[in-house]
């Protein structure tokens, strides 16, 4: 169904083994001072690409609602249980690749790791794009094939492709690192204007985790995170974009059901049913359970 690839954590224990039992509280807390530095305070709707267990969700407190998307469900479960049930946030499984928003909806999106799993990011970076209002906010992250780490293993012989060329590299199955360059152009060529650029995770290596503080790694990031606006060598980048071309702007926001466009003909409103959502056009059905509206296949009849 799904085309390109889709990296899916459905039933991963992510949340426990990577970030609280993983020893990764020096990314996780300097992921939250970029997010405070590149975050408008207050917002009306934001969309979370990639939400997760909604680790970072929080950070986004000063917004009205906020959207929780992934293409696992049983990340957005773990999610709900922490956030719990509120009018401030939706749970929506769906792929990234096929948002089923319509145009112009939200007024900011996060993208926070997920880029990573792209293989595709040119399309998924280009749906984000549709579903922003105009002037609307995207913070964006990705991981930096122009670390100082790969270019020392390059120049030492030591890994074959060049971390200095545009083109994005799969290290592992789905996971690839971007170059910052490539980045940049494509969301300038989508609309984007890049408004600040901040370098992250300057000291994720094992051994410095290993002996000094954390609270005193993380107060060294903060302080080179702004380095991030002449170069970019480490292996986290955050850029926070505007949309600057035409857009349209979306009306009607406190009804949910007017978010939705279906993701397979694009059609919109959907008809909201007993227990799921119903495409007039197509006829697709498209679940709402337990809270978490699924827009990932669509029901068999
Ligand atoms: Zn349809």
């Known amino acids: 169904m799904t085309n390109p690839p889709v990296c899916d954590y459905e039933g991963s224990d992510y949340q426990t083994s990577f970030w609280d039992k993983g020893g990764r509280e020096y990314e996780d ?3 939250a001072i970029a997010l405070q530095r590149l975050l408008p305070k207050s917002g009306r709707l934001l969309l979370e690409l990639g939400a997760g267990a909604g680790r970072n969700t929080p950070r986004y407190i000063g917004f009205d609602r906020i959207v929780l998307l992934d293409y696992s469900r049983t990340q957005l479960e773990q999610a709900q249980q922490k956030l719990g049930n509120s009018d401030k946030y939706i749970y929506v ?16 999106a996060t993208m926070i790791r997920v880029l990573h799993h792209m293989a595709d990011a040119p399309k998924a970076l280009g749906q984000v794009k ?3 209002e105009p002037e609307g906010i995207f913070i964006l992250e990705f991981a930096n ?21 545009l083109e994005p590299v799969e290290f592992v199955k789905l996971n690839f690192d971007f170059h910052p360059k490539a980045i940049r ?17 300057h000291f994720r290596v094992g051994f410095l985790k290993r002996v000094i503080p954390t609270s005193i790694l993380v107060f060294l990031d903060s302080l ?4 991030g606006a002449f170069w970019q060598f ?3 980048v955050f850029v926070k974009a505007r949309v600057v071309q035409n857009g349209i702007l979306h009306y009607g926001q406190d009804n949910i059901l007017s978010y939705y466009k279906c993701p397979d003909c694009a ?8 227990n799921y959502l119903e495409c007039t056009n197509c006829k697709k059905k498209w679940e709402v359970r337990d809270g978490i509206y699924d827009f990932r296949q669509a029901l068999k009849d």
């Open 29 to 31: 807390r300097t992921e």
């Open 93 to 108: 499984a769906a792929d990234a690749y096929r948002l089923p928003f319509v145009d112009g909806l939200f007024d900011a």
């Open 130 to 132: 549709n579903v922003l």
């Open 145 to 165: 094939k122009q670390n100082l780490k790969s270019i020392l293993r390059y120049l030492l012989g030591r890994q074959k492709w060049s971390p200095f060329t």
């Open 185 to 201: 152009k494509r969301l300038e060529e989508l609309g984007f204007a890049i408004e600040k650029t901040l370098a992250l995770s």
């Open 224 to 227: 080179f995170q702004w380095t």
């Open 234 to 236: 480490t292996p986290s």
């Open 267 to 274: 059609h919109s409103p959907l008809v909201e049913k007993h």
